[in-house]
């Protein structure tokens, strides 16, 4: 693979992270925030909800909540940096040269 591909996928995966990251924050701020029903915010909502807790589902199973803290947005944003840092690494190890 050239550099400008290499480039362009860890350029990629590194938005892909942060945009992933930035719906899970949204998703776990709305669920502290009542905000009053709207055709819009209820769409945001459920845009936020079903893009955000398949992924921290996964964590759900195996985290124990600490009384009233579900610690598993955390955990999953956790996972997601360090697979999003493994991926790259992988992606810089083709690089020629």
Known sequence: MSNDT??????FVDTFTWVYAA?????????????PY?????R?????????SPFVGVFRRFVPMLGPL????LV???VLQVAARIVQSVLDGFRPG
């Open 6 to 11: 290499i480039d362009t996928l860890i350029s």
């Open 23 to 35: 719906i899970i924050i949204a998703w776990i701020l709305s669920s502290w925030v009542r905000l």
């Open 38 to 42: 709207g055709v819009w915010t209820n």
């Open 44 to 52: 945001i909502r459920t845009f936020l909800d079903e893009t955000a």
């Open 70 to 73: 579900d610690l598993s947005p």
């Open 76 to 78: 999953a944003l956790i």
